[in-house]
């Protein structure tokens, strides 16, 4: 502050002072507060509340047989990160995604990946593991 006379900083620290506490006392308060005030002190910044993210949980997608720790990332890439997600997912979406990773991909078959899915979503792991059972490579 530098310029600022010790008037001048005394009524800037009284008018914080005051509107820090909502003006609710007489100026005469503020401005005796501020004269008794450290002149070393300066105004605390408000303090922020850190953001709370929302951390998304991805579900393990190599659960689900034919999809490996390379499609599960193409899936993640994609918005697809839950056995929710997956459920939802059309296959002509799925096999756009294999398409579109290239030629290593794209003789995958997501077929019964959403069905798949949704017995993991739904925490039927006997019956995912009978399906998958009778499945080949996801097929």
């Known amino acids: 502050m530098a310029g600022k006379t010790t008037y001048e900083m005394k009524q800037i620290e009284a008018y914080r002072l005051a509107e820090a506490d909502g003006f609710r006392q007489h100026p005469d308060v503020y401005w005796h507060q501020a004269e008794t005030a450290p002149s070393t002190s300066k105004p605390k910044p408000a303090k922020k509340k850190p953001k709370k993210k929302s951390p998304i949980k991805k579900d393990n997608l190599t659960v ?47 077929n019964s990946w959403p069905k ?24």
Do not use: C, W, Y
């Open 64 to 110: 689900v047989e034919g999809i490996g720790p390379k499609i599960a990332g193409l899936l993640n890439a994609d918005g697809i990160v839950t056995f929710a997600d997956l459920a939802k997912a059309k296959v002509g979406r799925l096999e756009k995604i294999l398409k579109d990773a290239g030629p290593r991909f794209s003789f995958h078959k997501p």
């Open 116 to 139: 798949q899915a949704k017995l993991a979503r739904d925490g039927k792991m006997d019956a995912l593991k009978k399906l998958q059972d009778g499945l080949d490579g996801g097929k």
